[in-house]
């Protein structure tokens, strides 16, 4: 099973990571691929965590690759949706495990979020973590 995890510079991440671990790894045979989409040089906060998503699988004998790519337009949620949904199609993804966090009822009216899209459009499982 190849699992994809979409990461931010947040605990929402991280989250995400330990229940991808802690839910998929006991199945046996789990590959998961973590990507930070950044529109500028990789960053130290960005490399701390791809580094801590990497000693979870470190410590479960899972397989975990932490990427950063960089991405021109990567402030837009079409592009880093997009993007999203061509690595799943590349890297044949079974399921993306992503962070989700509740947003007001007003950012729900006007705005819906990158993991909503996903969630609606990708042709794979979508699991949501809050």
Do not use: C, W
Request: aromatic residues 6%; hydrophobic residues 40%.
């Amino acid at each position: 099973m190849h699992i994809l995890i979409p990461f931010d510079i947040d605990p929402v991440s991280e989250r995400a990571a330990r229940y991808a671990v802690s839910h998929f790894g006991p199945l046996g045979d789990v590959r998961i691929t973590a990507v930070h989409l950044t529109k500028g040089d990789k960053g130290v906060s960005e490399e701390t965590v791809a580094n801590t998503i990497e000693s979870l699988g470190e410590e479960h004998d899972i397989e975990i690759n932490a990427e950063i790519l960089r991405m021109e337009g990567a402030a837009s949620k079409d592009k880093v949706r997009e993007t999203v949904y061509r690595i799943a199609k590349e890297a044949d993804i079974d399921t993306v495990v992503m962070g989700y966090e509740q947003k007001s009822v007003f950012d729900n009216v006007f705005n819906e979020s990158t993991a909503d899209r996903i969630l609606g459009d990708l042709d794979v499982p979508v699991v949501l973590v809050p």
